[in-house]
């Protein structure tokens, strides 16, 4: 992970260095925790700022209590029920939002 773009709160951004050497720019959707674990929901982004696949990337997070300075580190997840248990919290995710959204009515 290169950097975080916090300038915007609605649509906060991170540039991820893929192990191909490509660079690719991702809206953060959010940060979830699944069994005492954080794990952030990123949405892959096309040169123009879109995504028009709908495609979300998972992968564990952590943050340097001691030093908010310290750039958060993002982790793969290389275990199957691991990734289907944060799949699962994300797709509950997306049904409270989904729920909240037409509360607002």
Known sequence: MERIDEND???MTVELDLADGKKVMCSIITILTVN???YIVLLPLDDT???T???VWFYGYSEDENDPNVEPELTYIDDDDEYEAVADAFDEYLDSEEFELLNED
């Open 36 to 38: 005492k674990k954080d």
């Open 49 to 51: 700022g879109s995504s």
């Open 9 to 11: 709160d609605v649509n």
């Open 53 to 55: 696949e709908g495609e």
